[in-house]
C-alpha cells in the first residue's frame, strides 16, 4: 500500500475518492500539514498502491487495512476526512475503532444504499471496461469526467484526470478497478452506523455534486446531529475545484473538534 505521512501532530487519515488518489488532497495536505500529522493511502489498484487483494469483498475489508496501517505507524488515535469512497470505508472503520476515531468528516459521500438507478449504470459502465480492458472513450468523456466535476470545470482537471485514466493497464482494471467499484457501488446501507456515533462530525457536499448529491449530505448530516456544508461551485472532487474554500471549513472543524 503506497501512501503519503506529511507534518506533525494530531494525525488525520484522508480517504479519496475511487479513480482518483492521494493527490486528489494536494492542496489540503500542504495546508493541514502545517498543524497535523496527514496520512493519505492509495486505494488499492490506484496511485501507487498494488492490486486489490484477491479475498478482499466488501468496504470492511479496505477498513480493516487501513487501520492495519495505522497500527503499523503506532497511531492509536486519530480523525478520519473520507471523499467519496473514503467516506464510505471511513464510517466502517469508526464501527471497527470507535475509541480510537476522534473526529469524521464525510466528503461528498453517502453511506447508504447506491440508489437503484444509478447502480445499474455503474455496474453497466464496470461491465463494459472489464470487457474491452480499457475504459472506453464514450464512456470516459461522456459519464465519467462530467460526473467527478461542476458545471464548468477548469479543463485542466478534466484533461489531467482523463490521461490518467487512459493509460490504466487492462490488468489493473480487471483484477482491481473494476472489482473495487462493485464493492463501493454494491455496497450495504450502513446509515444505521451514524445513529450510534458520538464523536464530532461534520458532511460537506459540492453544490453541484452529480454522483452523491447534497440531500444525500443533508440526510446523513440530520442522522448525525451535525452541521452540513455546501461548497459552492464544487462537484464530486471539491478538494480540487475549491481548495480554498474546503481548507477552510476543515479548518475550522478540526480546531473545535481535536
Not at 135 to 144: A, E, M
Not at 166 to 178: G, M
Not at 197 to 218: H, N, W
Amino acid at each position: 500500500m503506497a501512501y503519503r505521512d506529511e507534518g506533525e501532530g494530531f494525525p488525520l487519515l484522508l480517504g479519496h475518492s475511487y479513480l482518483f488518489d492521494s493527490t486528489m488532497w494536494a492542496p489540503q495536505i500542504e495546508a493541514l500539514s502545517k498543524k497535523y500529522r496527514v496520512i493519505v493511502p492509495d486505494l488499492w489498484g490506484h496511485g501507487n498502491s498494488g492490486e486489490l487483494p484477491e479475498q478482499h469483498s466488501t468496504l470492511a475489508d479496505l477498513a480493516r487495512d487501513y487501520l492495519a496501517l495505522m497500527d503499523q505507524l503506532s497511531i492509536k488515535e486519530f480523525a478520519i476526512i473520507g471523499l467519496s469512497a473514503g467516506g464510505m470505508w471511513g464510517i466502517e472503520l469508526v464501527e471497527m475503532a470507535p475509541d480510537r476515531v476522534k473526529a469524521l468528516v464525510l466528503m461528498d459521500t453517502f453511506v447508504g444504499l447506491e440508489p437503484e438507478v444509478t447502480h445499474t449504470k455503474y455496474f453497466a459502465m464496470l461491465d463494459a471496461i472489464e470487457q474491452a480492458g480499457a475504459i472506453p472513450q464514450s464512456i470516459l468523456q461522456q459519464q465519467i469526467a462530467p460526473a467527478f466535476f461542476s458545471q464548468q470545470p477548469a479543463q485542466h482537471l478534466v484533461d489531467e484526470l482523463t490521461q490518467r485514466l487512459v493509460v490504466i493497464p487492462a490488468e489493473t482494471l480487471r483484477n482491481s478497478v473494476v472489482p473495487l467499484g462493485r464493492i463501493i457501488f454494491g455496497r450495504e446501507d450502513r446509515t444505521h452506523l451514524l445513529e450510534k456515533l458520538d464523536i464530532p462530525s461534520l458532511v460537506i457536499t459540492g453544490e453541484q455534486d452529480t454522483p452523491r448529491p447534497p440531500l444525500e449530505g443533508y440526510l446523513m448530516a440530520e442522522i448525525l446531529h451535525c452541521d452540513h456544508i455546501i461548497i459552492q461551485d464544487a462537484g464530486h472532487i471539491s478538494t480540487l475545484e475549491q481548495p480554498h474554500k474546503v481548507n477552510q471549513e476543515l479548518i475550522a472543524f478540526l480546531q473545535q473538534a481535536l
